[in-house]
């Protein structure tokens, strides 16, 4: 119906490229327009000026031999006062900006270490844009932003750097642990020296008092039987002891069988026995 009055419309964030009689002429903004098709006018076509994405992968190989798929995301538009030059001049548009991408990831990821490629995806991401500005102006379009989205190697590739990772990982925590062990021993050894340190002057004292006990026993029954000498007070207490701890041995029900002479005459060996271990021990710990 329009074509019938020559008038068309033009929509919104697009342009429309005015011919006549085939050659170019002008560029309709959006709105409505007189085209008198008697005149040779007409209209050669409709261009967006949207802002357009195009996703390109590439397959290439890094310095290390790795082969990735590399996956650019290319964001352009058409340039409202280059119209006719996006219109004439390129015949497939996202064909001409993926062989660009294309050139420019081969030839700087092969540059780089697998290792390198995702580090420095920016820096690739840059020289495609740079690359596809300088290339693309030049047809009436503009480069928006280039992103690398993402960067995928060969499937065992993968698993390879996860099992390099993982190993990485227990090492690190095999040390931790050792680490910790190893704190754990030393404070353990630090305690039992304490604990040894505090129960062999726990035994100097008691022993200490023991020989105390017995001196001032020998010396209050000296004083009060007059007639007996030291040594006899002495043998008296030693065999007391003897019979009092033979008693709590038989009353123990858990205790083992011990074998000691316990005859008249052995008496007096095991209390010179006892007395000679007494004072040696009491004389050791004077000096």
């Known amino acids: 119906m329009g074509n019938l009055f020559c008038c068309i419309q033009v929509d919104q964030s697009t342009v429309a490229i005015k011919e006549t009689f085939g050659k170019f002429e ?8 007189f085209l008198p098709w008697c005149l040779g006018q007409q209209v050669a076509g409709h261009l967006s000026l949207r802002l357009q994405q195009l996703d ?3 397959e290439t190989k890094t310095k290390d031999n ?3 798929n590399v996956v650019a995301s290319i964001q352009y538009r058409a340039l409202a006062n280059k119209a006719n030059d996006a219109f004439y001049k390129l015949s497939n548009t996202r064909s001409q900006i993926q062989a660009y991408v294309f050139d420019v990831i081969r030839a700087s ?5 697998l290792d390198d490629v ?3 995806k920016n820096e690739i991401a840059k020289a495609v844009e740079e690359e596809l500005e300088k290339a693309m102006s030049a047809y009436g379009f503009e480069i928006v ?6 960067i995928e190697p060969d499937e065992h590739v993968k698993r390879a750097m996860n099992e390099i990772n993982a190993a990485a990982r227990m090492r690190v925590a095999a040390n931790e642990k050792a680490e910790a062990e190893k704190i754990l021993q030393i404070k353990r050894a630090e305690g039992e020296a304490e604990a040894k340190y505090l129960s062999g002057l726990g035994i100097a004292r008691q022993r200490q008092a023991i020989v105390d006990g017995l001196r001032d026993s020998v010396l209050g029954f000296s004083v009060n039987v007059p007639g007996t000498t030291a040594k006899d007070v002495m ?6 002891q003897y019979f009092d701890t033979m008693k709590e041995i038989g009353a123990s029900s858990k205790s083992s069988a011990v074998f000691i002479p316990h005859g008249p005459g052995a008496v007096r060996d095991v209390a010179t026995q006892i007395r000679d271990g007494l004072l040696q021990g009491s004389f050791a710990e004077q000096s």
């Open 56 to 58: 390109v992968r590439c």
């Open 118 to 120: 995702f580090e420095q």
């Open 66 to 68: 790795v082969f990735v």
């Open 26 to 33: 002008d560029v309709l903004e959006p709105g409505c327009h």
């Open 235 to 240: 043998d008296m207490v030693l065999v007391t």
């Open 145 to 150: 932003q280039t992103l690398i989205v993402d």
């Open 109 to 113: 990821v092969p540059k780089l270490l």
